[in-house]
């Protein structure tokens, strides 16, 4: 059974920074790359960032650009987000995802697995 797991969300004033973090087990990890993605109240799932296999390749949509910092430790199954200069827009639930695919710009449809979520509140 696979299960990703979400960890390190909380309230954090504006400016300041957390550290997410996202276990996996049940699956074959170097097989995946992983992804953050957010959903705030109200508004539509939206991707934060994503990491290749090896994790020699990211990506992140401008939003989040220079702030945000995706990583992996393929010893530990475990993917991390370490997020910066955090704004009161970045307000949501935070969840990790793993996608077994290809493409080069993967939807969030696209992705096999995803965790439960953590919250993420920055005070302004």
């Known amino acids: 059974q696979v299960q990703l797991v979400e960890s390190g969300g909380g309230l954090v004033q504006a400016g300041g920074s957390l550290r997410l973090s996202c276990a996996a087990s049940g699956l074959t990890f170097t097989n995946y790359a992983m992804g953050w993605f957010r959903q705030a109240p109200g508004k539509e799932r939206e991707f934060v960032a994503r990491i290749s296999r090896s994790g020699s390749i990211t990506y992140y949509p401008d939003s989040v650009k220079g702030r945000f910092t995706i990583s992996r430790d393929n010893a530990k199954n475990t993917v991390y987000l370490q997020m910066n200069s955090l704004k009161p827009e970045d307000t949501a639930v935070y969840y990790c995802?793993?996608?077994?695919?290809?493409?080069?710009?993967?939807?969030?449809?696209?992705?096999?697995?995803w965790g439960q979520g953590t919250q993420v509140t920055v005070s302004s």
């Open positions: 995802a793993a996608y077994s695919g290809y493409k080069v710009r993967p939807t969030q449809y696209d992705y096999d697995y």
